[in-house]
């Protein structure tokens, strides 16, 4: 159910990512008048599409991985390391939730220069982003255990 939430606003800010950046194209070649607010715009976006999207990944299994290597291995280290590579996911979803929380809350009253966005949503999507993940990584794990 989560997951279709986050696919389904990753289409929508996708979607809205390319209506911004053609409007900007158009009203810089015909109307010679760039939108001055649409990079930060966009870019802000990017940041929240590229987050889900990670996201998305890892939930669905779809990150690049080599496993040719992996599946000729004997169960045991086949276990050991799934095992191993998710405690490396959780230690790195840790450092986001610690850093990302750090720097949310450090920049906590910070705005973008155009868009007087609050600097703390953008710092947010580290923690959040850690929470799923660590999220994933157990429920992960205890399917495979059962």
Do not use: C
Request: hydrophobic share 55%; glycine share 6%.
């Amino acid at each position: 159910m989560l997951i279709k939430f986050f696919e389904k606003i990753s289409v929508t800010l996708l979607a809205l990512i390319v209506l911004i950046t053609f409007v900007n194209v158009i009203a810089r070649y015909i109307f010679n008048n760039s939108l001055y607010w649409s990079f930060e715009l966009t870019m802000t976006i990017l940041s929240f599409l590229s987050f889900f999207g990670f996201y998305i990944a890892f939930k669905k299994n779809r990150h690049l991985g080599s496993d040719v290597i992996f599946n000729k291995l004997p169960p045991k280290i086949q276990n050991f390391f799934y095992l191993f590579n998710n405690a490396i996911i959780i230690f790195i979803s840790g450092v986001f939730i610690f850093y990302g929380g750090k720097q949310a809350f450090l920049f906590m009253g910070q705005k973008t220069s155009i868009l007087g966005i609050n600097v703390f949503f953008l710092y947010a999507l580290l923690p959040i982003t850690g929470f799923l993940l660590i999220f994933e990584v157990i429920n992960k794990v205890r399917i495979k255990i059962k």
